[in-house]
């Protein structure tokens, strides 16, 4: 696949290892570059079109692999170059390897689930006229060397026919473990997976360091004394204790008949929070002819005498003359 930028200067290695900064790799010294060229455009510019070819080779209906997708995830995507073909001397870039790890739920040979994070291959793409040149197994091994992986500990995202194929010619993977997604294991996967060790085995485990476990158990925490609940009094009865004392009525209101024995079913107190405070008995009404006669035999007040002496009006006659009124005019006033 060739650019109309020269590729032998962007990438000076054979294979280049690309991540998702995207960065151009180090220069070797005494190569040169026109000024103001934005080499990682460049780098963009080749992922996007070989992610392009991946996906016609593939019959996919859109890329998986882009400039976009690298820097928004942490994959790897190994890239090789031809050394050899120089067309206008620009050189040209074979096919890519792009990696990554990945959180999986699979099925082991048991049908048990497990929660694993292998190494994936996600895009693998040789260009087509240079497909059967040994190309694609010398970027394949470069990667197992450099993830230090063996083939049998990998995962792969949608495999084609093709690739099942190398597999299979070049790594003797061929009897794979079924699936319920669209990722492929091959048998062997688990040899050096971690596997949850059966129920009763589990069980056995936990009973078994339960009897020999030193560990002494935590103290368990006391609590403090629980209060009296004598000690405790509600609001309504401590600070309004002055409530309860029933106030005297001034004279002559105090000499009205009181009660000579309590009722026998008292008035049934409040039910909510907080009782009110217990009152004392209410008083029977007073008759005003009984109030009227408390009122005259009451005796004058010291005032009152020296209000009807200096009276000029007040003479002994006129109040001799008051009191000879009958005794039914007098209740009148």
Request: net charge positive.
């Amino acid at each position: 696949m060739e650019f109309s930028f020269d590729v032998d200067a962007l990438l000076p290695e054979r294979i280049t290892v690309l991540d998702q900064h995207l960065r151009p790799p180090a220069r070797r010294p005494g190569t040169t570059t026109p000024a103001r060229v934005d080499l990682q455009q460049q780098i963009m510019t080749i992922v996007d079109e070989l992610g392009k070819a991946s996906a016609k080779a593939q019959h996919l209906p859109a890329p998986i692999t882009s400039a976009s997708r690298m820097q928004s995830n942490r994959h790897v995507m190994y890239v090789l170059k031809d050394t050899s073909a120089r067309p206008a001397g620009k050189g040209a870039v074979i096919g890519f390897l792009k990696v990554g790890y990945k959180k999986l739920f699979v099925l082991d040979d048991r049908e048990a689930h497990n929660e694993v994070e292998p190494l994936c291959i996600l895009d693998f793409y040789i260009h087509e006229s240079l497909q059967r040149h040994g190309h694609g197994r010398e970027l394949f091994h470069y990667m197992l060397q450099k993830e230090r992986v063996e083939p049998h500990q990998l995962a792969i995202d949608r495999p084609s026919q093709k690739l099942l194929k190398f597999l299979n010619k070049h790594y003797n993977l061929e009897t794979t473990v079924p699936q319920v997604n669209n990722f492929v294991i091959f048998e062997g996967f688990f040899a050096h997976q971690h596997r949850p060790p059966a129920p009763s085995l589990r069980a056995s485990r936990h009973s078994r360091a339960a009897m020999v476990d030193p560990t002494p158990a935590a103290p368990a925490r006391k609590l403090p004394p629980k209060r009296a609940e004598g000690d405790i009094k509600p609001y309504s009865s401590s600070d309004r204790e002055f409530l309860k004392v029933a106030v005297e009525p001034p004279w002559p209101l105090n000499r009205a008949p009181r009660r000579a024995t309590p009722p026998a079913h008292p008035p049934p107190r409040s039910s909510s929070l907080g009782n009110s405070p217990e009152r004392g008995p209410l008083r029977p009404f007073v008759p005003e002819q009984e109030l009227l006669r408390s009122l005259r035999l009451c005796p004058p007040h010291p005032t009152a005498r020296l209000l009807l002496a200096t009276d000029p009006g007040g003479s002994p006659a006129q109040r001799r003359r008051t009191s000879s009124l009958p005794r039914s005019d007098e209740s009148r006033y």
